[in-house]
């Protein structure tokens, strides 16, 4: 598809020119690696400029993780906005499910996402660092729920867990389950696991 | 303390270098803060080298994390040795609790590292990159004694959560409860919650 640009002002308003940008880049990293693309290389496939580029993202490494705050935020408000009646892992894991829409029809991204990141120690590092701030983030929530640590703490984690064994199923599954579905099944095989001391 | 040093042909043995060096740079790390100190100054505290230094330890970072490895290496092995009958859960809370003698007198510097390492963004992505390794290594140890996936990695997860909190009450808590007493009171509570849905 043609780079679409029109003229506001002085400047230019680029139609979903961060989504054009990371669709691009994901193509260059899974084709030639991502320490091998540079900047310019997505922009130009993308029919952009690098000053566009830097408009939407820090650097190259930020296109993967660009969608990490937004999931946060996210999953802080389904968190604090669950009924006072749900258990704490039951509100988490409403919380957890309640996140696939947001990834819906993002599959084959998330699922070539996923393969840059395995490939490369760095991103696995900065996943694992995102994955445990999505951790802190609830925990505080519960806190503030009334719920004390380290069942805070613990509840967090068991649903940082579950996130991460249901996402890693899903973008693999070639019988493309959804998501939710994913975390109910990750959740339950927790609940078995732990129980079988 | 005066430094003991013995000529043993061309070069000196000196005594507990790490050990020394270790304390030396946690002191130096709890007065002045990790990012003010150097290596000089470690070794001149420990009365031996920077050569000295550099011979045990890669970085002031490493410092921090040298016992990593043979925390793995232990863990590996008590997973990996305990009875075919136990099941997943329960061995990977046994080999854990079986760490106990590992850190026992060594709480108050635990406690001191753990601060260290609270105060530095680096140093605790450091840490989760340690903690995720462990999972990952105990993941395996599970998969060669014939426990599929997810459930593996599951269980590995749920055991790394319960370590983590355990650790964090065994160096905080006033009154010094031993290690293998909060590891199983941390996996009683993953229980409980994981079980409140």
């Known amino acids: 598809m043609a780079a679409i640009t ?32 540079t900047v310019a290389e ?65 599959r084959e991204f998330a699922r070539q996402r996923q393969a840059v990141i395995a490939a490369n120690a760095e991103l696995r590092e900065r996943e694992l660092i995102k994955l445990a701030s999505l951790g802190s983030a609830m925990a505080d929530v519960l806190r503030k729920r009334g719920v004390a640590d380290p069942a805070a703490s613990l509840t967090a984690e068991a649903g940082i867990a579950v996130f991460k064994i249901a996402f890693e199923r899903w973008v693999s599954d070639a019988g493309e389950p959804d998501l939710p579905q994913c975390i109910r099944q990750s959740f339950a095989e927790l609940k078995s696991v732990t129980a079988g001391s």
């Open 6 to 37: 029109y003229d506001v002002g002085m400047s230019r308003w680029e139609p979903d020119a961060p989504g054009r940008l990371a669709r691009a880049a994901l193509d260059l990293y899974v084709g030639r690696g991502f320490e091998q693309t």
């Open 42 to 106: 997505i922009a130009q496939r993308a029919g952009l400029t690098e000053r566009t580029f830097f408009r939407h993202f820090a650097d190259k490494r930020e296109v993967l993780f660009a969608g990490s705050r937004a999931l946060q935020d996210f999953l802080v408000d389904a968190l604090a906005s669950a009924p006072e009646s749900a258990t704490p892992i039951g509100a988490v894991v409403a919380a957890l499910e309640a996140t696939g829409p947001l990834f819906q029809e993002r």
